[in-house]
């Protein structure tokens, strides 16, 4: 009995969704991190003149890897997500809320390909 209340909880604990880390940078040159999985990542905003937002976000494993850096343009409640090469178990989110630039991370299911 016990083999079979542990094997349902570990079931459990598996199929429950991850909960996601979540920083909201709500003015121009405000930072903030996000430490989930393998990586560290820290993002900042400027804001454009025509009102969109530029997002610079640099990830960095917790060993001695070379940072790796992505910038992109958000506009009108763009979404835009993405795992980091070599790190797919874990999605980052990053969304123009209007004034508000919501970054995300979660983990992820990672399934291989096979034959």
Not at 18 to 34: D, I, Y
Not at 86 to 95: D, E, I, M, S
Request: aromatic letters at 4%; zero cysteines; a neutral charge.
């Amino acid at each position: 009995m016990k083999t079979i209340l542990l094997t349902a909880a570990a079931a459990l604990a598996l199929a429950a969704p991850a909960s996601a880390e979540v920083v909201a940078l709500s003015a121009p040159l405000q930072a903030g991190s996000l430490h989930t999985g393998a990586l560290d990542m820290v993002a900042y905003r400027t804001d454009l003149p025509d009102g969109a937002h530029e997002v610079t976000a640099m990830f960095r494993g917790r060993g001695n890897q070379k940072p790796q850096r992505v910038v992109m343009r958000l506009d009108g409640g763009d979404e835009v997500r993405f795992s980091m090469p070599g790190k797919p178990q874990t999605l980052y989110t990053f969304a123009d809320k209007g004034d508000v630039v919501e970054i995300s991370a979660q983990g992820a299911a990672v399934q291989l390909a096979t034959r």
